[in-house]
């Protein structure tokens, strides 16, 4: 079963609208880290934020902002007014206390085309 | 800030030679990953390293091997490439523990025709 479930593999918006890219997990533990980060077309990702789960304070910064809902194990990602240098594409992840070595799950991406 | 870089950006190979994709870090970090990333299927964990000459195997090691004699050097091996190993290979680092964020290179995107 998939850890980590990015339902939209591709969207496309017009410059200046704005975006959710969705995010659910799935873990037992109850000590875990979620990520996202950014993959621009040069190819690095690029962490963008991190959250824990006893933190279910929803962050804000810039045009960036993420929803953590513990109640519906959602992590969802929001680009305000979005620009075309935020076209690529976005992995969430989970980290789990509670294993060792390879504790990263990653989504499989979504695509993110914005229009000018 | 962290870097991790890798050898190359591009490569082209023939099918049946060896590949070694090489990858360093200048921060210290103890763990360090391969990954392969294929459109619709997100990351893929080939292999991982979280000491010197310490490996595990992730979820897709067939065909691949790894060497880490220096903690700052990550190899990944192709001991005879295939054409359904092209695909972009990503190294990453991170310090240790389960709350660290993983530092990414910029990738290499590998053909094998």
């Known amino acids: 079963a998939q850890k980590v479930t990015q339902a939209q593999t591709e969207i496309s918006v017009v410059e200046k609208e704005d975006v959710t890219l969705d995010c659910v997990y799935e873990t037992r533990d109850t000590t875990y880290y979620l990520f996202w980060y950014k993959q621009p077309p040069s190819g690095e990702l690029v962490f963008l934020i991190r959250r824990n789960s006893f933190d279910e304070q929803n962050e804000i910064s810039g045009r960036y902002s993420w929803n953590f809902q513990k109640s519906t194990s959602s992590f969802n990602f929001t680009i305000t007014a979005s620009q075309v240098v935020d076209s690529a594409v976005y992995f969430c992840a989970l980290s789990e206390a509670g294993r060792t070595g390879n504790q990263f799950y990653f989504g499989t991406g979504t695509s993110l085309t914005v229009i000018p | 800030d962290v870097k991790v870089t890798q050898s190359s950006r591009y490569l082209v190979k023939r099918t049946g030679e060896k590949v070694f994709l090489e990858c360093v870090q200048d921060m210290d970090h103890e763990n360090m990953f391969w990954y392969r990333q294929d459109p619709g299927l997100g990351l893929r964990l080939i292999y991982f390293?979280?000491?010197?000459?310490?490996?595990e195997k992730g979820d897709i090691p067939e065909g691949y091997s790894v060497s880490r004699e220096k903690k700052e050097r990550f190899s990944l091996i192709l001991e005879s490439a295939s054409t359904n190993q092209t695909s972009m290979y990503l190294c990453?680092?991170?310090?240790?523990?389960?709350?660290?964020?993983?530092?990414f290179g910029s990738g290499t995107q590998l053909s094998v025709l």
């Open positions: 990453a680092s991170t310090p240790g523990g389960f709350n660290e964020k993983l530092f």
């Open positions: 390293s979280y000491d010197v000459k310490m490996k």
